[in-house]
Each structure stands twice: as structure tokens, then as C-alpha cells.
């Protein structure tokens, strides 16, 4: 009966620690969406979510059923037997990519409704398009880069041209981050890198 209960007891921490790490994982790899940090005024680190906390322990919302801040083992096994959607008592990588993947689209959502309420929010006169002065009031950590996101250069920002240019910004710093990763030269201003070497 002591063996029988040990190996019970050494399965759920063996689930318990695979889940811990699944979570944590997922969230930290999870990049930010940049249009909505910025309007947000959360800080990204190093392009990395860890996801509604900032300290790794993101997870614990995904598993925290209740929201008291304490996860049970009950909400624990629940939240296990959501990732092991085959139900074989194991969580392998791609129920890891579908869990992560689907907890990226949740958090992407929300991020997505709280831009959109902070922009309705800033754009006091209802139109539909933020003036340089809207910005600065609702979204100033939109403000210093007005000019490089206002596309058509009407003196106001749309939705669409936010979106559209935060994207084009973060897929820069992402192609500046690869270059450096793959041995290139050092970035420079503007996005361009001096020969590695010289």
C-alpha cells in the first residue's frame, strides 16, 4: 500500500512539474503584440511575454479557475487534462504548441480589446482618427513615434495605420535581432547594420 501510494504521489508531481514547465514556457516564449504594449504602457522585455505576469508566473492565471490567486490541486488537474487533449495521461509537444498557441490567441484578444478601448478612450472628438495632441494626452507612449506611424501624413492616426506600423516596426527590431543572432554586423540607426569585422 506505501509503494502504491508513492508512485501516486510521484505521477502527480511528475504532472504537476510538466505542466509547471509547459505553462512557463509557453508564456515566456510568447512575443508581445506591440501595438498593444505601447497604447497599453507595458514595458516589453526583450520582445518576451511572460504572459499576464511579468515574473514567469503566467501560468497560474491558466490554471487559477477561480481567480483567488492560489491554484488547487483540483484547478491544477483540470488544467492538465485541458493540454492532454488525447487524454493519455501525458502532455506531448504538440498538445504543448495547441495550449500555448491557444493561451497566445486569449491573451492577444485581450490585448486587442484594451488597445481598441484605449484608443476610443484618447479619441475624444469620435471621429475615428487621433490627432497629434490625442495621442499625447491618451497614448504618450505612442506620441514619439506620431510621424513614423501617421502613413498617409494627414496629421492623425487611424487603427489600421497603428496597427500597421507597429507591426512594420517590430518586424524590423525582429529582423535587427536575427541579423545579430546569425553573426551580422552591429545596428546602426534606422535599422541598417555596419560589416561585422570592421
Avoid at 514595458?43 to 503566467?58: I, Q, S, Y
Amino acid at each position: 500500500m506505501q509503494g502504491k501510494k508513492m508512485k501516486q504521489n510521484i505521477q502527480r508531481f511528475l504532472a504537476a512539474s510538466a505542466v509547471f514547465l509547459v505553462t512557463g514556457a509557453a508564456f515566456a516564449q510568447s512575443a508581445v503584440d506591440p501595438a498593444a504594449s505601447a497604447a497599453d504602457g507595458a514595458k516589453p522585455m526583450m520582445g518576451m511575454d511572460m504572459g499576464h505576469h511579468r515574473d514567469g508566473l503566467g501560468w497560474l492565471d491558466a490554471a487559477d479557475a477561480n481567480g483567488d490567486g492560489a491554484v488547487t490541486k483540483a484547478e491544477f488537474d483540470a488544467l492538465f487534462r485541458r493540454i492532454d487533449t488525447n487524454h493519455d495521461g501525458k502532455i506531448d509537444k504538440a498538445e504543448a504548441q495547441a495550449f500555448r498557441k491557444a493561451m497566445w490567441e486569449q491573451r492577444r484578444a485581450k490585448m486587442e480589446a484594451r488597445f481598441e478601448a484605449r484608443f476610443k478612450a484618447a479619441d475624444k472628438n469620435g471621429d475615428g482618427a487621433l490627432t497629434r495632441e490625442e495621442v499625447q494626452a491618451g497614448l504618450p507612449r505612442l506620441a514619439p513615434h506620431f510621424d513614423q506611424l501617421d502613413a498617409n501624413h494627414d496629421g492623425k492616426l487611424t487603427l489600421d495605420e497603428i496597427r500597421a506600423g507597429m507591426r512594420k516596426m517590430h518586424e524590423a527590431r525582429m529582423q535587427r535581432w536575427q541579423h545579430r543572432q546569425d553573426g551580422g554586423g552591429q545596428p546602426v540607426p534606422g535599422g541598417a547594420t555596419t560589416p561585422s569585422g570592421g
